[in-house]
């Protein structure tokens, strides 16, 4: 399926979320979502896990899906899924939006469908160490208030970090990073994260103490901290901020980058 629904996946992204003690869903059918030239059908459901404990929870995107994670202070996964069909009539799209069924089995959350034209979009609330492994392929991917083992892949789609920690990697090979950090330190192993072609935006409190690491091959870095040019044309920033700690990484091929204090 070679329907590319990027407007809706970095929707999701878009908006950080506070600090929740409960989960108050966000995600919504909108007018407009999917192909204008086709009539389309949208419903939320609803969904509840237990908790995978000391496991990982895994999150499939599939081709059209976007996913955004909020940690809270529950004691269970609880999901939206944002089901959206799309075909020449408007019975058929219902069809095959009610033909898609959602998998929970095995700590994997993956949607499953017989027909093409459609998309599966999740908002999850997780406990706050709940660890994740999260695939995308045309779509976005948002994370906040989770401190755990966290893994992602994007393929075409923007990834925001908004106070994380743990032991955090990822990359994406067509999208921006936007990494928001709070606190006096990065909590956990580090972050290493990436992206091929897309700029990087970092959001630093001024008292921050990490080992921070940015970099581009191909684009201008903006910001207080000192730049060193490595290269041709490569730029990069390597530096102890505070008392040093953590190591904070970001890198992009292809992308300006910005470090915000």
Known sequence: MKTTFLALALGLVATAATAQTTANFSLTCKEGDGRSSQKQFCETR???MASPGTATLTIDGRANGGITVHGYDGTEVKVRAKVSAWARSAEVAQKTAQGISISTKGNKLRAEGSENGWA????VFVPRHTALNLK????GIHIDHVSAD??????????SLDEVGGNVKGNTTNGGLSITLAGEKWTGAGLDVSTTNGGITWNLPKNYSAKFYTSTNM????GALPVTKTGMMSKEIAANLGSGGA??????TNGGITVRQ
């Open 46 to 48: 609803d969904l509840t």
């Open 120 to 123: 599966v979009s999740y908002e």
């Open 136 to 139: 995308t392929i045309n779509g």
């Open 150 to 159: 966290i893994a992602f892949d994007a393929v075409n789609g923007g990834i």
């Open 219 to 222: 684009g201008g870095i903006n």
């Open 247 to 252: 190591t904070v990484r970001a890198v992009t």
